[in-house]
């Protein structure tokens, strides 16, 4: 057999079942090896940062890798963006990267450029296959590096002699590392910090914003007085019916310091010590609290449940927390507004859906709203490399195909990967997608408030009005096959979302809200 | 002034004009300094891939750069297919991206990355800002970069606190590199092996495919019998009404091989030897023809036109070129198909058009019915990274806003930077788009044939088909703000193609043809 097929028996051997490709000229042997491996889907994306934030959601959701199929230099650049997003929030991620081959490199032919540079901005591992024997072995390494604990991602560059030449053969599946188990007297050293009963916060990062860890974090703050906060922008935060209510850090620098204010011991499990989002003149940079302790309980590659469920064992040994219960809103009436619209969401979210978060600005209500609501899982913003939540919403749907999913997307990052909702249609994936349409990039508006800009002055009315002509979100995904509708009410947009909620299959709802800045 | 300021009135000071803008938090004060200096036009665009083509069609229209406004390594990352493309063209182009405050970096924060190594990928020219004070004096050199022959990408980091703090003073422009020209024996060279008699062509490129070199090559041609060739994919062609005809390099090996067959003097001015654009079992990379000796009259960074008038002047001096004339089709009438297409755009073509070709294989019959139109400029994809046409065509109307722009492009390459036409609508620029929609990959089609898989099987059913569901462009187009028209028969994009020509601002057809492959 060539290289291409050894390469996808061997991801197929790793566990590897789904491939999001935007295949070129170079990568025509593997979309042919594709073919004659059923068990291994192909999904179509019509660009490459669709295929990367599908590969994102789906690692998210699954905890195994999804392959990408990029085509050479500029196609990972266009995938890049989104591959950022990965790397921040630690997903398995396996680049395949079609190149020229080997003997054809000299030529410096147009689509040459420096493959390995680009990839090592976003992966924690990188290695070209040399010829089709060694394929193979190669790309069930990827797999392993990609898999071990925390996650990352890793890229395979595959030259189109290799997959085309035979003496190609599939390699067995490789090890992943494991998560690290935590020391015992670590694990005591928290404990005893806790127990000086001094005000205390514990922040959740990582896997530990899943179920078990959750659990154990509860109990932790209930026995001791210590917070629970998780970071600004979680891979994958557990939440609603049953579980501890976690308060994600705030995203400006000013809140974060507020919501850490007087704290003393500041426990970290499985996220890293706060920063602000962006500098700016005169804030500090590290959000610790002057005269706070920081305790490492669990690095992101830690096990940091285990750990967690250890010291809910010292500290909390009798605890029993008592099941939290935060009232779901009413479905709203009246003007749609960023506020209304997350009631509406806090009231209809069904049981079990994945939200995918890119609100932005028009998602400041969203938190509060939901926490009454049925279990679900929520994926944020990782990197900050906005267009990321119409591809994750289709790794994530891929990942979960029982699973509803809800899209919350701001206008203006909307339109970085708008293609992602033709891969909606295709697919036939049960996503509803909310565009929160303020026409305008807000999160600048506020930002130039900050800066103590005029709110009606030139920069804003020139390069951050996303009017004249306004977006028709609408025509935009029904021209990809979506179907879609306008809600200007919060009635409508109840209506709205209780039909897209019960149909299977993509729905997408333009909400008109004001922006907030 | 602060060090945005400085930077905004050095870019003036050094005769860039235009703002190709992408903008995020930390360059908003940048963004502020815009809005102050109103003679430097900022272009808002929804992704950094439109701002970065944009601004390769700006330069390749004026010789001059436009900036590029872009966000930390995620924007970069966003934007570099169309720098790979600009640096293929060699245009000038100065990106500006904006980075974290210097004193931020070491806190890894969410949008931290290697925004160095990124850049070097593209560009010739790469250099960070260390403070305001020096600012000024490095954009001055980064424009000077750019522009130096033959012309690239330079690429400007611009930390958030050299942009926010004081002490900035714009620098005075830098003397761009001239082109340098070719000495006398290396003419006189090329003008013996003319002599010969020998079976020769002259192989164009770069700066070379101009009005003054073309005049020039012409003569040589009809004076010495050597074929006139032009690189596959050109920067910037100038063609039609009374300039010699140029043909240009078949993208496929084996059409480039059968049009160099016999050549025994290969001649270079402004191009490199020709190589194939992909490597393919049983082909050579290296197209040149065995035996054939290879010339280099000009390389790209001299002046071509200059070496070439030289030339024509010892081989050519008392030749007078016939004016050539090539018939142009009358409007067709039947089934649209790329053929009838073509035909139509040739019929109707008005004078002084800028045409941008991403037309891919819809585009099959486009130089030969072009032949016989006004004079016009062919823009093509010049290295291969899909989605160029769009961002390309904002630039080139920006640059030259009172001639007409004519965007071809193909319907699985538009959908990479779609937005782009929301930019279209925004700035009223006189384009009109005709989306050749053939619903497949159909260069991919066209290599797997060559690769001998059946036309019907499940790699193309499932990765290269654009069907299920259809894409409906003259939705999308609408959806932001251009107002579209679907042609079925060769009468509608007649008509439809009339209209869009006779009034000002863009439009956009979709024309629905077969695939050829």
Redesign the interface.
């Known amino acids: 057999m060539n290289g291409a097929h050894a390469v996808a028996r061997t991801l197929l051997a790793s566990g590897v079942e789904v491939c999001f490709?935007n295949?070129?000229?170079?990568e025509?042997?593997f979309?042919?090896a594709?073919?004659?491996e059923?068990a291994l889907r192909?999904v179509?994306c019509?660009?490459e940062?669709v295929a990367t934030g599908a590969a994102d959601g789906y690692g998210r959701m699954t905890g195994r890798p999804a392959a990408t199929l990029l085509h050479l230099?500029?196609?990972l650049?266009?995938g890049?963006?989104n591959l950022?997003n990965a790397r921040?929030a630690a997903t398995p991620v396996v680049n395949l990267i079609g190149d020229?081959?080997t003997?054809?490199k000299?030529?410096?032919?147009?689509?040459e450029?420096?493959i390995d540079?680009?990839a090592?901005?976003?992966s924690g591992w990188v290695r070209r296959c040399d010829d089709a024997a060694t394929a193979g072995g190669v790309v069930a390494e990827a797999v392993a590096a990609a898999t071990g604990a925390p996650g990352q991602v890793a890229t395979v560059i595959l030259p189109?002699?290799v997959a085309?030449s035979d003496g190609g053969e599939p390699a067995p599946p490789v090890l992943p590392r494991p998560s690290a188990t935590v020391p015992e007297q670590t694990v005591a050293a928290v404990a005893a910090a806790l127990r000086t009963r001094e005000p205390a916060a514990i922040l959740l990062g990582g896997a530990a914003t899943r179920e078990t860890a959750l659990r154990a974090a509860g109990r932790i703050a209930a026995a001791t007085g210590a917070r629970l906060l998780c970071e600004t922008?979680p891979a994958r935060l557990e939440r609603g019916a049953g579980l501890p209510a976690v308060e994600r850090l705030g995203y400006l620098a000013e809140g974060a310091m507020a919501q850490l204010d007087g704290v003393r011991h500041l426990v970290l499990a499985g996220a890293?010590a706060p920063?602000?989002?962006?500098?700016h003149?005169g804030l500090p940079?590290?959000l610790t609290p002057e005269g706070c302790q920081v305790h490492v309980l669990a690095t992101p590659g830690d096990d940091g449940a285990d750990a967690l469920g250890h010291l809910a064992h010292l500290v909390a040994a009798d605890t029993t927390v008592p099941v939290p219960h935060a009232e779901r809103p009413l479905p709203p009436t009246g003007a749609l507004t960023a506020q209304s619209a997350a009631a509406a969401i806090g009231a209809l979210l069904p049981e079990g859906a994945i939200v995918v978060d890119e609100a932005n600005t028009s998602g400041l209500w969203l938190p509060g709203a939901t926490a009454g609501a049925p279990r679900h899982d929520w994926l944020t913003l990782?990197?900050?490399?906005i267009?990321q939540g119409l591809p994750l919403a289709v790794g994530a749907a891929i990942a979960c195909p029982d699973r509803p999913v809800l899209c919350l997307e701001a206008d203006?990052s909307a339109?970085?990967t708008?293609?992602a909702l033709?891969t909606h249609?295709?697919e036939g994936l049960d996503i509803t997608t909310v565009v929160f349409a303020n026409r305008s990039y807000a999160?600048?508006g506020m930002?130039?408030q900050r800066?103590g800009?005029p709110a009606d002055?030139?920069?804003r009315r020139?390069?951050?009005?996303?009017s004249?002509?306004?977006?028709?979100?609408?025509?935009?995904a029904?021209?990809?096959?979506v179907p879609a509708s306008r809600a200007t009410t919060a009635e409508e947009l109840t209506i709205q979302l209780r039909k897209a909620f019960a149909e299977p299959g993509p729905h997408l709802i333009e909400a008109l809200v004001p922006a907030l800045f």
């Open positions: 490709a295949p070129g000229t170079s025509l042997h979309v042919t594709l073919a004659d059923p192909g179509p019509l660009f940062g230099g500029p196609g650049g266009n890049l963006a950022h921040r020229h081959a003997f054809h000299q030529y410096d032919a147009p689509l450029s420096d540079a680009l090592a901005t976003v189109a002699d085309w922008f890293r920063v602000s989002f962006f500098a003149p940079g590290l990782t990197g900050g490399a267009g203006g339109m970085y708008i293609s033709w249609a295709r999160v600048l930002e130039l800066l800009a002055g030139r920069a020139d390069l951050l009005d996303l004249r002509p306004c977006l028709d979100f609408v025509a935009l029904e021209g990809m096959g």
